[in-house]
């Protein structure tokens, strides 16, 4: 069973369509084949992921920044810190998902690339651009290779950007 890690938000109000959306791809993952490690928690996209994956019974890999925060969360592995989550997130993964979010997400998108960039791993990297949200960024990282700091083009860093929900499902499942 291949392992799928997930970033993506773990803030409250989150406009409904990204719920809708991010919902329905959960529940297309083929849960026989892949299991989910997530960031943890239960509030925003992170909630989402968690609440949609356990409603069809797959089996999660979960992990979380603070102890304290995960009351009544029955999570796998717990952290003191984000260096350690983030370490085992990693490693978790033979297969990462990027979706909608913040810093954090952004964090957690551009350390799997650098790594994959200096060698440290190899790993398929799903950015899913629902409705634009990464556009800009893949506009700058553009603007970086035309500049020379970034060298090799996104498909060299194993990187995979997906606008179509089915083209991602079916990718993933397929993986």
Known sequence: MRTLTIFCSGKIGIKQDYIDTIKDLIYKIDENRIRIAYGGGDVGLMGVVRNSFLEKNGKI??????????????DDYLYDNITERQAKLIEFGDLFLVLPGGFGTLYELLEVITKNQIGEMSKTIIIY???GIYTNI???IEVLQQEGFIKHELEWYKIKIFENADDLINFVNNF
């Open 129 to 131: 651009n629902y409705k």
């Open 61 to 74: 890999v979960t992990s979380n920044i603070n102890r304290f925060i995960v009351e009544g969360i029955d």
């Open 138 to 140: 893949l506009k700058q």
